[in-house]
């Protein structure tokens, strides 16, 4: 296990595998009134080792959100 992964809890998707804990770069698109935008962001998400199963917590989705004003704020 890396600097970067740690290991958490069994997975509430398949119940069966274990969810480890790394940075992992999301890029996604949102679209708004002002137009769509393109995000990217590295954020910590939990991701489970039998299923594949991703998850982020509350302090991920404000980083998550945090980049989308940021991006909005850029348009015209």
Known sequence: ?????TAEEVCCVCKQGSVS???????????TDKGRLVC???IP???????????WDAAAEAQIEDTVRQEYEKLP
């Open 40 to 42: 990217r962001v590295t």
């Open 1 to 5: 296990m890396s600097a970067t992964e």
């Open 21 to 31: 804990t790394r940075t992992q770069e999301l890029t996604f698109h949102q679209f």
């Open 45 to 55: 998400m939990g991701i489970c080792d039998n299923c594949g199963a991703t998850s």
